[in-house]
Every structure is written in C-alpha cells, then in structure tokens.
C-alpha cells in the first residue's frame, strides 16, 4: 500500500528513491526487535541471485520512460496481488531446490529495485520454510534492510534519491517511528482477516488508478 501511495503522490520516478530511505528507517527499527531471530543460511542462499536482480532492475529504470515506469509499478504490484490471492485460495504449496530459491532472489531483487514491492514473493518463499513467528519477521527485516542498503548507491546513480528528496525524508521520520509504535499497539485489536480485504480493496483502486488514468 505504502509504495501505491507513494506513486500516486509523487508520479513517474520520484517515487521509488523518496520511499527507500523510509523504508531503510523502517526496517532498522524492526531489526531491532528481532536482531536475534534472523536464519542467515537462507539470506546467504538467496543474496547472490538477488543481487542479479537489482541490476536488472537498475538497467530497467535506467531504460524505462516516466509513463512507462508508472504504469511498471502497477503492473507489479497488481502480479504481487494475484499472487497473494492464489496462495490464499490454493494453499501454501512446498517448494524448494536452487532453481526456485535464484529464481526468488531475482525477481525479489528486481522488483525491489523497481518498486521497492518484493515483500510478497520473499514472504511466500518464507513461509514453506516452517519458521517461526519471530524467525519469519527477524529473516524478512534483515534481508529487506541489507536488499535496501545495497539498492542506495544505485538509486542515487539513478538521481532516485538527492538532497531534496533526503529532506523530506527528514521530515518523515517522526513520522515512521509513531507509525511503528501504533503498529504494535493497533495489531492486537483489528480483525486481520477484514483489515486483509480493505488493503487489498484499496491496492487495487490505486492499481487501476496509475494502470487507466
């Protein structure tokens, strides 16, 4: 939701570099809580591949026209949706090998470095791996805060990110951090299952906005 905001606030591909630093801040916080639970023989399996994709997904930014780049991120975004919906409907299938586990770290490496929207892909990865609640969040904090770590020389070669956008940045601090302290506190009183359904209604009203309009 967060990267559909973000694009329909700040069009074409401005985007992607004001969300990474948010994102980066986001993710120190949550390593924080769980600096001690990350599995790091399958962030060591998956790095070599991911890296691959992010220079996919540098050559694709460099490539792409604006228009082009805004309707690529709701293209992206509405694939991590059905996928999200097809797990749900079929089931969490296991899956395993090399082939799958490069094939995961590509297209996270890639559509993070487009988007910033791998979350959904590694998340599924994650979940066949039987981890616990605190070893599933710890892995997925450790490996987005080292995937956006690497993404930042990039996206200032890119002129993604640059002193303006660093600024606001700034700003949004405080921000973030009252977000994640609301997260710990709203988590234990909404209905997961309806609050599921309202993101997803809401993504795919922004998908339809950036895709149409």
Do not use: H
């Amino acid at each position: 939701m967060a990267v559909l905001l973000a694009a329909l606030a700040f069009p074409g591909k401005a985007s992607p570099g004001i969300l990474l630093p948010m994102l980066i801040v986001a993710d120190m916080i949550a390593v924080l809580y769980y600096r001690r639970d990350c599995q790091w023989q399958i962030l060591v399996s998956l790095f070599p591949a991911t890296l691959i994709g992010v220079l996919l997904g540098y050559f694709v930014v460099d490539m792409a026209s604006t228009e082009f780049f805004q309707k690529l991120i709701g293209l992206i975004i509405l694939l991590m949706l059905l996928l999200n919906l097809a797990v749900e409907y079929w089931g969490q299938r296991q899956y395993g090998g090399r082939l799958v586990t490069s094939i995961v770290g590509v297209f996270a490496g890639a559509s993070s470095m487009v988007a910033n929207a791998a979350g959904p892909v590694f998340g599924i990865f994650l979940l066949q791996m039987g981890l616990t609640k605190e070893k599933f969040v710890g892995t997925r904090s450790w490996f987005f805060l080292l995937l956006n770590l690497v993404k930042l020389p990039f996206s200032i070669s890119l002129g993604l990110i640059t002193p303006q956008t660093l600024t606001l940045n700034l700003y949004s601090v405080p921000i973030i951090l009252a977000g994640a302290w609301l997260g710990i506190k709203v988590l234990k009183m909404i209905n997961l299952s309806l609050f599921r359904w309202l993101i997803r209604g809401a993504v795919l009203i922004s998908i339809i906005r950036l895709l149409v309009f």
